[in-house]
T-cell receptor, first 115, second 112 residues
């Protein structure tokens, strides 16, 4: 069964460093998303991406964040200068279709620890 | 602010019992998705409901979308220890770009 994969599973970085989180969405999916989950809190939407453009971004997704689909298979989230409060699980998701019934499939997540 | 409130937050029951988890909002959603999440893993999609009043069944799990599309419920019949986990509801608003708004989750423990 096709699945979303994410690398690395755990990333430790120092405050102020840049990190790139990588995702390989399900191969025929067209819509891509990043969410994050701070320990003990709700899953929060960061950004949606379609047709090589950001469709929507949350208030969390400020100038320090960027997304890219550098080739036909990868989808990346970059944090330019990490802060302690960026420590969280970051989930990539993808969906085949748009519209209200779109079903989003999540990857296993990358645990980001900023020290 | 669009919120989804889940209740109860924690539920501990014996194997064989029935249970219902609720997901409520004051906002209308175009669809609602239920996920199950294991510790340290990503949410796994269980079901999507789209139409008001819709009922979907997945083995012993029954999902219902409220008539006004503001609430949903998950009912588990004859719970098994394998049902133990975190259950999340997530709603999508109409016309948006796929942004899901998640509830805080219900942690279910089924004791053998």
């Amino acid at each position: 069964e096709p699945e979303v994969t994410q690398t690395p599973s755990h990333q430790v970085t120092q405050m102020g460093q840049e990190v790139i989180l990588r995702c390989v969405p399900i191969s025929n999916h067209l819509y891509f998303y990043w969410y994050r989950q701070i320990l003990g809190q709700k899953v929060e939407f960061l950004v949606s991406f379609y047709n090589n453009e950001i469709s929507e971004k949350s208030e969390i997704f400020d100038d320090q964040f960027s997304v890219e689909r550098p080739d036909g298979s990868n989808f990346t989230l970059k944090i330019r200068s990490t802060k302690l409060e960026d420590s969280a699980m970051y989930f990539c998701a993808s969906s085949l279709a748009g519209g209200p019934a779109r079903e989003q499939y999540f990857g296993p997540g990358t645990r980001l620890t900023v020290t | 602010t669009q919120l989804l409130e889940q209740s109860p937050q924690f539920l501990s029951i014996q194997e064989g019992e029935n249970l219902t988890v609720y997901c409520n909002s004051s906002s209308v959603f175009s669809s609602l998705q239920w996920y199950r999440q294991e510790p340290g893993e990503g949410p796994v999609l269980l079901v999507t409901v789209v139409t008001g009043g819709e009922v979907k069944k997945l083995k012993r799990l029954t999902f219902q979308f409220g008539d006004a599309r503001k609430d949903s419920s998950l009912h588990i019949t004859a719970a098994q220890p394998g049902d133990t986990g975190l259950y999340l509801c997530a709603g999508a608003r109409s016309g948006n770009t796929g942004k899901l708004i998640f509830g805080q989750g219900t942690t279910l423990q089924v004791k053998p």
